[in-house]
């Protein structure tokens, strides 16, 4: 937070003294178009070609995965992920003049499905490139992304679809983090969250028809433990599975409730006339 | 059709030319101002990634080509060489055929399957810059652990793309409507099944090219198929190939 206000400060003395630094605010919402995911807070970033947040056909670095797995971007939501989250990622020195970012959403519900957040006022600094992350829950590792799309320099308004990626970190279990009758195996730890199997968010608020019993997905329950597997790389997901058993079947979503189709958002970006 | 744009744009040049020559001869050759030395090709390099978690993608045939070529058309029968690559994963005929076609002005030639969850190799690709008025782009590449599943791009116009411009195509999944969907393991090619590639009947009930419908896999037990080979791993959303074309000269 420091920084941005250092690069506030240093933007408003060029502006003063004629120079070429510009502030560039658009207004930006997103909508959720799945039927049963909800969104986690969305981290937007306005950045240069020097930054990305993700690539699919490679592996997803320590902060997509903050997100993917458990939808933390700043240390404020888990401090755990101090060091090796998007908010420490996108202000180290290297990299904080690359971008301008802001996470919307914090501490509020997540966006339901089928619906439209609030406006967002968002200063892209004029970097020429916007993406976006949010994870999707309850998954293991979905999120939806937007990955360096050129922000329009004409005025008007600008929508762009999203897809749903797999950060590829964690095996879709499709296992339930409010079970309490399995556990990750070796560290006998609770499901859920970053470097954990299970489905972050399985309690939000948004989250119906969540069941138990499920015996697994993309990896399977084995004597009331789960393995911390990974399918390798960034790539689109490939849709839940789940099944109409909400005590028992291979999976704990339910297959007329959470299954999707890209596109899973839309993004709409206002550029202001001058 | 091919044959009468191809003729109608030979007479344009023609004439072109003739009005030239008169030009030229009446008057003393024109002193060009320095500038740019204009190259006599355009240099684009392409790659394609795949999307997808288990689905190898076949070597890809992928063309730079002027318009009247066209690898296949939705809604109508797929052409034997298109069923060749669907089925097998074999660009052989493909190229042939674009050869054949006299449109081709480059080949992407790397002959190693794109691997799931990854990013293929860069190609470099040129074409003389008297071609440059008319660039097509024709990808196709077979999803491997299905009966006739590809991908890619169908002729889109990338006609003057700026030296430095970028292009990235998010690329859906068609049928090929050449075989049914099975999913037997002695009917899918590929690492996971080494079943049969190309086989000339067409037992799929509609014979046309459209988008696939997904595979069925044998993953859910209750709306899944459980004589299916296929299982959850090989389910995919679109899109499961992404092709960025990038023009550097």
Redesign the interface.
């Known amino acids: 937070m420091k920084n941005k206000i250092i690069t506030a400060a240093l933007a408003s003395i060029l502006l003063g003294s004629g120079g070429a630094a510009m502030a560039q605010e658009v207004t930006v919402r997103i909508t959720n178009l799945t039927q049963g995911m909800s969104f986690t807070p969305r981290l937007l970033v306005a950045h240069s070609e020097q930054i990305d947040l993700f690539?699919?056909?490679?592996p997803a670095t320590r902060p997509l995965a903050w997100v993917a797995e458990g939808g933390v971007i700043v240390d404020d939501q888990n401090p755990a992920s101090a060091g090796s989250n998007f908010q420490y990622f996108l202000e180290t020195p290297e990299r904080a003049d690359e971008n301008a970012w802001r996470a919307f959403g914090l501490g509020a519900p997540p966006l339901p499905p089928a619906t439209t957040s609030a406006d967002y006022t968002f200063d892209t600094e004029d970097f020429p490139y916007l993406s976006l992350v949010t994870m999707l829950i309850p998954t293991n590792d979905a999120f939806a992304g937007l990955d360096a799309w050129r922000i329009p320099t004409e005025p008007g308004t600008y929508t762009v679809n999203l897809?749903?990626y797999?950060a590829?970190t964690e095996a879709?279990d499709e296992i339930s983090a409010l079970r309490t009758d399995v556990v990750e195996a070796g560290t006998g730890d609770a499901l859920g969250g970053y470097a954990v199997p299970g489905m972050a968010g399985s309690g939000n608020p948004n989250a119906t028809d969540v069941g138990v019993g499920g015996t697994g997905?993309?990896i399977q329950v084995s004597g009331g433990t789960l393995e911390d597997a990974a399918?390798?790389?960034?790539?689109?997901?490939?849709?839940v599975?789940g099944?109409?058993d909400p005590t028992g079947?291979?999976s704990d979503l339910d297959?007329r409730v959470h299954r999707w189709?890209?596109p899973v958002a839309r993004l709409t970006v206002i550029v202001p006339g001058v | 059709m091919k044959a009468l744009n191809r003729f109608s744009t030979l007479v344009i040049a023609a004439g072109l030319l003739t009005a030239c020559g008169g030009d030229s001869s009446s008057s003393s050759p024109p002193v060009l101002p320095p500038g740019p030395v204009v190259s006599e090709t355009l240099s684009f390099e392409l790659s394609v990634t795949n999307l997808t978690l288990a689905q190898p993608l076949s070597p890809p045939a992928v063309f730079l080509h002027s318009s009247g070529y066209g690898a296949f058309v939705d809604g109508d029968s797929a052409s034997v060489a298109l069923e060749v690559l669907a089925e097998g994963g074999d660009r052989t005929d493909l190229v042939t055929e674009v050869t054949n076609s006299g449109t081709l002005l480059a080949s992407y030639d790397d002959a190693n399957p794109v691997g799931p969850m990854s990013i293929g190799p860069t190609v470099t690709l040129e074409i003389p810059s008297d071609e440059a008025d008319d660039v097509r782009l024709t990808a196709v590449t077979m999803l491997v652990h299905t009966n006739d599943a590809f991908t890619g791009l169908n002729a889109v116009d990338v006609t003057g793309m700026a030296v430095g411009e970028s292009r990235v195509f998010s690329t859906p999944t068609w049928d090929a409507g050449t075989e049914a969907n099975s999913e037997n393991a002695a009917s899918m090619p590929g690492p996971d099944f080494g079943g049969e590639g190309f086989n000339p009947t067409r037992d799929e009930a509609i014979d046309r090219v459209r988008f696939h419908q997904g595979v069925v896999t044998s993953a859910s037990l209750e709306s899944g198929d459980p004589n299916s080979a296929l299982g959850d791993q090989h389910r995919f959303d679109n899109p499961t190939g992404r092709i960025r074309i990038t023009r550097v000269q």
Not at chain 1, 55 to 58: D, L, Q, R, S, Y
Not at chain 1, 231 to 239: A, C, F, L, P, T
């Open positions: 690539e699919a056909g490679t897809n749903a797999d590829g879709n997905v993309g399918e390798g790389n960034v790539h689109i997901h490939r849709n599975l099944d109409t079947g291979v297959s189709l890209n």
